[in-house]
């Protein structure tokens, strides 16, 4: 009860001073299934104030902010140089594994933050880096007759279709605030567990605490390409459905061959998909 009556007084005594601050720090677990069908899980946290939040993967913002630095960004080419001596000769298994324990390796490019009425998204699919904003739309949620303790918080669940999938998320009253992982708001709670119908992607808050923190800026140590939610998303499925094509406008056609087994290996399977599907 303590712990209820602590959020709930840390949010509830935000004044205007502090509209662009983080009253609220939650990570999630990401569980899913990528296009390919290969199963995967990263780690998010979420930083939420008054009609503001960022989400974001705390090893990636650090690494970004690293690399705006000089200093960062020689030691990123030196790891960098390291970790390809390693992966030289290795199978495909040996290198995945070297890369995810590396702390240059496969980072989680994905900044989703919220500004009002606005996300704005940063993000990569095969070395190529987009940025984009989009209006956030309404949410018709239903709220079921069900509920689920989470992390100690009694939680209501809800329904709702967004961006091609039906979402089942479990909100808590008791943190009166309107957030939750990835692009998903719009309840009078915040937002501790979401899974698609499918099953292909679900995210798991495994801890929570009130804050009065800065909501950190996102570093852009890539040049990112403006453009809209939806071309960034027919890129995403074009990387799945056409990885040479993918590779050689990412090389501008002077990148390598790839055999028939990589680009099997690479492609898209029945019945897996991105985490938004209405770009067809």
């Known amino acids: 009860m303590k712990k209820i009556l602590f959020i709930l007084t840390s949010l509830f005594a935000v ?25 995967k899980h990263q780690d998010f946290i979420l930083l939420a104030g ?28 030196q790891q960098g140089l390291v970790m390809m001596g ?21 980072a989680v490019n994905l900044y989703v933050v919220r500004n009002k009425e606005e996300f704005k998204v940063w993000d990569m699919v095969y070395h190529e880096y987009r940025k984009y904003t989009e209006h956030i739309e309404e949410r018709n949620w239903t709220i079921e007759d069900s509920t689920k303790n989470i992390l100690g918080y009694e939680c209501i669940m809800a329904t709702a279709d967004y961006h091609g ?13 309107n957030a939750g992982p990835w692009k998903l ?36 140590p890539y040049s990112y390409e403006n453009t809209t939610r939806k071309k960034f998303l027919e890129l995403c499925r074009f990387r799945y459905d056409n990885f040479q094509s993918m590779s050689d406008m990412h090389f501008g056609g002077n990148g390598p061959r ?15 998909d991105l985490l938004e599907t209405d770009y067809k």
Not at 51 to 75: A, I, P, V
Not at 204 to 212: E, F, S
């Open 50 to 77: 008054r009609d503001c939040s960022k989400f974001y993967n705390g090893h990636s913002q650090w690494l970004d902010s690293t690399r705006c630095t000089k200093e960062g960004e020689q030691w990123y080419v």
């Open 258 to 272: 790839h055999s028939q087994e990589k680009i099997e290996y690479e492609s898209g399977k029945d019945g897996f």
């Open 185 to 220: 708001l719009g309840l009078p709670g915040l937002i501790l567990e979401a899974v698609d119908s499918t099953g292909q992607h679900h995210f798991t808050a495994n801890g929570i605490q009130a804050v009065k923190i800065d909501i950190p800026p996102v570093y852009e």
């Open 15 to 39: 004044s205007y001073l502090f509209a662009q601050k983080a009253q609220i720090k939650v990570g999630y677990d990401y569980h899913f299934f990528e296009p390919r069908g290969i199963e």
């Open 165 to 177: 999938r039906k979402w089942t998320v479990w909100f808590s009253p008791e943190v009166p605030v």
């Open 86 to 106: 390693e992966l030289m000769n290795k199978s495909r298994e040996d290198r995945e594994a070297i890369l995810n324990s590396s702390p240059v390796g496969h």
